[in-house]
């Protein structure tokens, strides 16, 4: 088997969500047993896979398999058996887009077998244990932490092409990457895209509403226009199903910081509500008035 070879650069264009919360003690509590991990062919060499948590990214090929995310360590054996069912090949890398355990909760055990690469960011906060929304954590084990960190960027030469994955600011939190497969024209984004939906922002952690659209906006300036996007949690999509929710993202952003200039409190923002084109959207895990929340702290 061909080895990849790693490449530090910079770049220029830098359904399970309530697991997002619960810490690692608790999430190994969930019956996973009903969980189906299902796979499905984006383009290329890259596949993904959905089941409890966030979006798996696959790259498989003659080098072997790459995997963007793992979700849950009691779905290991699930993930193992959808990857098999794409490609023979061995595990080699797992990329982590952020550090939330419905995204790296695999890590424990995959780690022990592939290298783990994420922003530097994400090690510091599975070393520590970070908690979300107040919520406490266990530090993650040494398996489970990246072994290749970086601050702007890294290249993975795997599978027939540049897999370029680079760090987005002030996001979903302070530790988001996005992970674009060259060849194939594919980019996953973790959290910082929920398809369809309001995302989670976790302030507490470094994420910011007004960061997150700058970022989004500056994926788009330089994203094909036919390129399929996966998303951190929602259905395969499309640049322009990207473009929609960059612009909800500067609607939303620009009605409360409004309120906020006009001096109403965010009690009297949320009463107002968020322009009505996106009243669907606060259906999911974040409904409105925590989407105008996160927004009102951000700025």
């Given at each position: 088997m061909t080895r990849p070879t790693l490449r530090i650069r910079s770049f220029a264009f830098a359904a399970g969500m309530a697991a997002v919360l619960l810490a690692a003690p608790a999430a190994s509590q969930q019956d996973f047993s009903a969980v189906e991990v299902t796979g499905e062919h984006v383009s290329g060499a890259v596949h993904m896979l959905t089941g409890a948590g966030g979006n798996i990214g696959v790259s498989a090929g003659e080098d072997g398999i790459l995997i963007v995310d793992d979700q849950f360590a009691p779905l290991a054996d699930k993930i193992r058996?959808?990857?098999?069912?794409?490609?023979?090949?061995?595990?080699?890398?797992?990329?982590?887009?952020?550090?939330?355990?419905?995204?790296t909760g695999g890590n424990v055990i995959f780690g022990k077998e592939a290298l783990i690469v994420a922003h530097t960011n994400v090690r510091k906060r599975l070393a520590e244990g970070a908690g979300v929304r107040g919520r406490p954590a266990e530090p993650a084990p040494k398996e489970a932490l990246?072994?290749?960190?970086?601050?702007?960027?890294?290249?993975?030469?795997?599978?027939?092409?540049?897999?370029?994955?680079?760090?987005?600011?002030?996001?979903?939190?302070?530790?988001?990457?996005?992970?674009?497969?060259?060849?194939?024209?594919?980019?996953?984004?973790?959290?910082?895209?929920?398809?369809?939906?309001?995302?989670?922002?976790?302030?507490?952690?470094?994420?910011?509403?007004?960061?997150?659209?700058?970022?989004?906006?500056?994926v788009l300036e330089h994203l094909p226009?036919?390129?399929?996007?996966?998303?951190?949690?929602?259905?395969?999509?499309?640049?322009?199903?990207?473009?929609?929710?960059?612009?909800?993202?500067?609607?939303?952003?620009?009605?409360?910081?409004?309120?906020?200039?006009?001096?109403?409190?965010?009690?009297?923002?949320?009463?107002?509500?968020?322009?009505e084109e996106w009243s669907g959207w606060g259906s999911g895990f974040i409904n409105e008035s925590v989407f105008i929340t996160s927004i009102h702290e951000s700025l």
């Open positions: 058996a959808a990857l098999a069912a794409i490609s023979p090949g061995d595990l080699e890398f797992v990329v982590n887009t952020h550090f939330h355990f419905d995204h990246p072994v290749v960190t970086y601050d702007d960027g890294v290249s993975i030469h795997f599978n027939g092409e540049e897999i370029m994955i680079g760090h987005l600011t002030g996001g979903h939190t302070d530790g988001d990457s996005y992970i674009y497969f060259t060849e194939s024209n594919v980019v996953h984004l973790g959290d910082q895209f929920f398809a369809g939906r309001f995302p989670f922002v976790d302030v507490g952690n470094g994420g910011n509403a007004v960061g997150l659209r700058d970022s989004i906006g500056e226009a036919d390129a399929k996007v996966i998303p951190g949690h929602g259905p395969l999509s499309s640049v322009d199903d990207l473009k929609t929710y960059h612009r909800m993202l500067v609607e939303c952003v620009a009605a409360v910081k409004a309120g906020k200039a006009a001096g109403k409190s965010v009690e009297e923002i949320q009463a107002a509500g968020l322009p």
